[in-house]
């Protein structure tokens, strides 16, 4: 049942994003004539009904706690624990909005995902060179300036155990140099959907937990130092939360 799934989930995602390009084609013109808000609003609805119907397909019964731990009207910077790539899917439809991700640069190569990232002003970066890392720093930076707010994975990859690994100060610069909130995720159950299993999609339940935003304006240096392990022990404990739910 598992090989069926996975074989049907993704045929679904293909064909589905080829049947989007005719909705892509209409975000084009949008992009040239529709006010900003009513644009934005075209392209999350589809983003996120595109990434509910997968969750739907895997077989993922999501559980959120914490939305309204979201500020409104602010642009913020989200820092989630990695798990797998159906993480990027929760947190595109189940946050208040899809948000831009700062994401790997292999992630911007793929065909027909990649034209919907960058609607979504998603970032790649390459971790291997310094300086592409700066700059894709530099440009999330201008996307949370513009209003739009972020995701981040400051562990860097996945983690293969389910762990919560080390949180990298890098992709934390973003908040400090916009004074943006820090807004801790945390994300159980998402690694025994997919990767965990063999890469063959099992049927799971997902926790999703958004916590309350950490006011990173008005930080000094110290503060600043310490808020990658700040982040990273909220979200630990958060997940921890979720195995003693289970039990």
Same mark, same amino acid.
């Given at each position: 049942?598992?090989?069926?799934?996975?074989?049907?989930?993704?045929?679904?995602?293909?064909?589905?994003?080829?049947? @989007?390009?005719?909705?892509?084609?209409?975000?084009?013109?949008? !992009? $040239?004539?529709?006010?900003?808000?009513?644009?934005?609003?075209?392209?999350?609805?589809?983003?996120?009904?595109?990434?509910? $119907?997968?969750?739907?397909?895997? &077989?993922?019964?999501?559980?959120?706690?914490?939305?309204?731990?979201?500020?409104?009207?602010?642009?913020?910077?989200?820092?989630? !624990? +990695?798990? #797998?790539?159906?993480?990027?899917?929760?947190?595109?439809?189940?946050?208040?909005?899809? +948000?831009?991700?700062? #994401?790997?640069?292999?992630?911007?190569?793929?065909?027909?995902?990649?034209?919907?990232?960058?609607?979504? +002003?998603?970032?790649?970066? =390459?971790?291997?060179?310094?300086?592409?890392?700066?700059?894709?720093?530099?440009?999330?930076?201008?996307?949370?300036? =513009?209003?739009?707010?972020?995701?981040?994975?400051?562990?860097?990859?996945?983690?293969?155990?389910?762990?919560?690994?080390?949180?990298?100060? &890098?992709?934390?610069?973003?908040?400090?140099?916009?004074?943006?909130?820090?807004?801790?995720?945390?994300?159980?159950?998402?690694?025994?959907?997919?990767?965990? !299993?063999?890469?063959?999609?099992?049927? &799971? $339940?997902?926790?999703?937990?958004? @916590?309350?935003?950490?006011?990173?304006?008005?930080?000094?240096?110290?503060?600043?130092?310490?808020?990658?392990?700040?982040?990273?022990?909220?979200?630990? +404990?958060?997940?921890?939360?979720f195995a003693s739910d289970n039990t």
């Amino acid at each position: 049942m598992t090989i069926l799934r996975t074989i049907l989930f993704q045929a679904y995602m293909w064909t589905e994003l080829l049947l @989007l390009m005719f909705v892509w084609l209409r975000v084009q013109w949008a !992009n $040239r004539f529709w006010p900003r808000e009513k644009r934005d609003a075209l392209v999350d609805r589809i983003v996120r009904n595109w990434a509910r $119907r997968l969750l739907f397909m895997a &077989g993922a019964k999501v559980t959120v706690t914490g939305r309204e731990n979201i500020p409104e009207g602010r642009a913020c910077v989200f820092a989630s !624990n +990695h798990q #797998s790539f159906f993480d990027i899917l929760v947190l595109l439809a189940h946050l208040d909005r899809p +948000h831009a991700i700062l #994401s790997k640069a292999s992630i911007g190569k793929v065909p027909l995902i990649r034209l919907w990232m960058k609607e979504i +002003h998603c970032v790649y970066v =390459d971790r291997s060179d310094m300086k592409a890392g700066i700059e894709a720093i530099n440009r999330m930076i201008e996307v949370i300036s =513009d209003g739009y707010s972020a995701i981040i994975f400051p562990e860097g990859t996945r983690s293969k155990t389910g762990e919560v690994g080390e949180f990298k100060g &890098g992709a934390f610069k973003v908040a400090q140099k916009t004074g943006a909130p820090v807004i801790p995720v945390a994300l159980d159950g998402t690694g025994a959907l997919f990767e965990r !299993n063999h890469y063959w999609i099992k049927p &799971g $339940r997902v926790h999703l937990a958004i @916590l309350p935003p950490i006011e990173t304006e008005g930080m000094n240096r110290a503060e600043f130092k310490e808020l990658p392990t700040r982040t990273q022990q909220l979200v630990t +404990h958060a997940k921890e939360g979720f195995a003693s739910d289970n039990t």
